[in-house]
């Protein structure tokens, strides 16, 4: 078993975990009334959305999502919140030091003493999910359940929700498929967006992921016999019909959101393994990017 389908297993723990930290969490991500800005690369781009538009729905301030390496013109930010796996990404580092004096920032990251920590105003240390494979499962997944326990969202019975998941099989082979496409609607959208990078990342397959009803809008041309559309959050039946009609398979939402994430995270590890790949050592890629 590799190393990314052994830590998948441990998520409910991890999850369980974070709830020690709810009240750090909440002084450092909450923050009522602020305007905040939140950035990533990667899996923590998509990561940093997802946030965002909990924290909006949460009622506790306007908050943008970006990525580190794109950010525009300076907007009048309160805080910035950076989200570093290692804490070593350059284009992260970067970001962080070009932050206005006067602005709060603060680090998720799992390594306490990284170059991105040491920038930090403020450090949320997850070094419990840190993960040793390339490919995040675990790491994201515990940042997000805890960024909702602390904008007082309720997580309650989901921990036991994922340790049932994780107990049956998954609804699908992914062996009888060539073509895997994620949506996702509010906050999922982004965890759509991760998903779809897993597929690329763990197994070297096609992926795509767009929000709910835009999918309808273009790429539904491509649907096909061997496409698999996987509806996370959501169980919208019209367009489900108009998918199968292109002999494509859906799956629709039946978990809460998270879950689902983790159940296309061991999606993913299964492709990779069908296809006699490491999906803790994808081809060209390192666990941390460092430009020199």
Not at 86 to 105: C, N
Not at 115 to 139: C, G, H, I, K, W
Request: aromatic share 8%; charged share 20%; hydrophobic share 45%.
């Amino acid at each position: 078993m590799s190393i990314t389908a052994t830590e998948i297993t441990t998520q409910p723990s991890m999850w369980r975990t974070a709830l020690e930290q709810v009240e750090i969490a909440r002084e450092l991500l909450a923050a009522p009334g602020e305007r905040v800005l939140v950035i990533g690369c990667g899996t923590s781009a998509f990561v940093a959305e997802s946030f965002a538009w909990l924290r909006e729905s949460a009622a506790l301030g306007e908050t943008d999502a970006n990525y580190a390496s794109e950010l525009r013109v300076w907007r009048e930010y309160d805080r910035v919140i950076a989200i570093t796996r290692s804490g070593t990404t350059s284009e992260v580092i970067d970001a962080l030091s070009t932050v206005p004096e006067g602005v709060r920032t603060v680090v998720i990251t799992g390594v306490a003493d990284s170059p991105a920590a040491l920038l930090a105003n403020d450090v949320l240390l997850l070094d419990y999910a840190d993960e040793e494979s390339v490919v995040q499962t675990r790491f994201p997944t515990t940042f997000l359940f805890l960024a909702r326990a602390a904008f007082g969202l309720s997580v309650d019975g989901l921990s036991d929700q994922l340790d049932a998941a994780l107990a049956e099989p998954l609804p699908v082979n992914a062996g009888d498929f060539d073509h895997f496409v994620y949506l996702g609607t509010d906050w999922s959208y982004g965890l759509a967006q991760e998903a779809a990078l897993k597929i690329r990342e763990a197994a070297q397959a096609w992926s795509e992921s767009y929000p709910l009803l835009d999918y309808r809008h273009g790429p539904l041309a491509v649907a096909h016999v061997g496409s698999l559309v996987w509806m996370f959050g959501a169980a919208d039946e019209a367009l489900a019909e108009q998918i199968r009609a292109t002999g494509a398979t859906v799956l629709l939402g039946s978990h809460d959101p998270l879950v689902e994430l983790v159940q296309a995270q061991r999606l993913a590890v299964e492709l990779a393994e069908a296809r006699d790949l490491n999906p803790d050592k994808p081809r060209h890629l390192t666990r941390s990017i460092i430009l020199s």
